[in-house]
Nanobody, 124 residues
Framework: QVQLVESGGGLVQTGGSLRLSCAASGRTFSSYVMGWFRQAPGKEREFVAG????????YYADSVKGRFTISRDNSKNTVYLQMNGLKPEDTAVYYC?????????????????WGQGTQVTVSS
């Protein structure tokens, strides 16, 4: 059973930075992709960024491109989402999600593994 545990959320001012972590356990991750999603109050969950574990390829939503960066620490089976230049519209609960394979879907329905979520609040 795969476990994904997020951490790193919090309250930050506009223009600030946060780094979210997603620690994964329960399987080998050689053929696995991870996605970051977020859900703001009253809105649908949306894709933020994705990562292919085997190749290191990364993908970003247009709304965060150039501000957010995915990285990983293989020794810890942990994927990070570095968020810079935060805006009030980035306020949401952020989730990491995972699935087997090498393709990063941008729709949540394709992911079977989910973390519990971490709140990010950006004040104006």
């Amino acid at each position: 059973q795969v476990q994904l545990v997020e951490s790193g959320g919090g309250l930050v001012q506009t223009g600030g930075s946060l780094r979210l972590s997603c620690a994964a356990s329960g399987r080998t991750f050689s053929s696995y992709v991870m996605g970051w999603f977020r859900q703001a109050p009253g809105k649908e969950r949306e894709f933020v960024a994705g990562f292919v574990w085997s190749s290191g390829e990364t993908y970003y939503a247009d709304s965060v491109k150039g501000r957010f960066t995915i990285s990983r620490d293989n020794s810890k089976n942990t994927v990070y989402l570095q968020m810079n230049g935060l805006k009030p519209e980035d306020t949401a609960v952020y989730y990491c999600a995972g699935r087997s394979g090498t393709v990063v879907p941008r729709t949540e329905v394709w992911y079977g593994d989910w973390g519990q979520g971490t709140q990010v609040t950006v004040s104006s």
